[in-house]
T-cell receptor, first 119, second 113 residues
Framework: GAVVSQHPSWVICKSGTSVKIECRSL??????MFWYRQFPKQSLMLMAT?????????EQGVEKDKFLINHASLTLSTLTVTSAHPEDSSFYIC???????????????FGPGTRLTVL | SQQGEEDPQALSIQEGENATMNCSYK?????LQWYRQNSGRGLVHLIL?????REKHSGRLRVTLDTSKKSSSLLITASRAADTASYFC?????????????FGKGTRLSVIA
């Protein structure tokens, strides 16, 4: 099956610093990747849709200047949490949909997630 | 994005019993998917059912879809302690490659040995 990786798997940082999370599709190309956030004991909430070569589309209530998304290639999207604060502590999960039918285009393939803790 | 509802929010059963979880959604869909998530871990894709399908099986899993009622159910038969996890339904509203999944609130299943 198609594999999506995330790096790092967990990160602890001080309040006010910036953290970059990478999402890579390892064996397929994806024009579109999605970023979700999950707080403890809650469901996944879509933050933004990342499109290769263009600006990301953010969901209502998500600050685009705080959560910077760059989708520079067909296999890599990055999410940078700028000036992180304790309330940004969460589980961040990316997903990708395949560009073509070499893998299922119906499915989204999820990364393993990144646990961010802001002290 | 609006989430669907799942019920129950939490379910506790004995090993060997069947577990049924329900999901309702609000918009027209292209397909509906079920995922499992162990505590603190990533998502595991369980099954995908398309809007023109009514029932699908995979091992001990049975999924039904009723598009007229905008609802789906996940049945896990002969449950095991290892089935303990949170289960989420997620709807895909579009046939194109740039529509996100919208997740339900999830059901926390506990299977007691």
């Amino acid at each position: 099956g198609a594999v999506v990786s995330q790096h790092p798997s967990w990160v602890i940082c001080k309040s006010g610093t910036s953290v970059k999370i990478e999402c890579r599709s390892l064996d397929f190309q994806a024009t579109t990747m999605f970023w979700y956030r999950q707080f403890p004991k809650q469901s996944l909430m879509l933050m933004a849709t990342s499109n290769e070569g263009s600006k990301a589309t953010y969901e209502q209530g998500v600050e685009k200047d705080k959560f910077l998304i760059n989708h520079a290639s067909l296999t890599l999207s990055t999410l940078t949490v700028t000036s992180a604060h304790p309330e940004d502590s969460s589980f961040y999960i990316c997903s990708a949909r395949a560009l073509d039918r070499t893998v299922s285009i119906d499915e989204q393939f999820f990364g393993p997630g990144t646990r961010l803790t802001v002290l | 994005s609006q989430q669907g509802e799942e019920d129950p929010q939490a379910l506790s059963i004995q090993e060997g019993e069947n577990a049924t979880m329900n999901c309702s959604y609000k918009t027209s869909i292209n397909n509906l998917q079920w995922y499992r998530q162990n505590s603190g871990r990533g998502l595991v894709h369980l099954i995908l059912i398309r809007s023109n399908e009514r029932e699908k099986h995979s091992g001990r899993l049975r999924v039904t879809l009723d598009t007229s009622k905008k609802s789906s159910s996940l049945l896990i038969t002969a449950s095991r302690a290892a089935d303990t996890a949170s289960y989420f339904c997620a709807t895909d509203a579009g046939a194109s490659g740039n529509t996100p999944l919208v997740f339900g609130k999830g059901t926390r299943l506990s299977v007691i040995a």
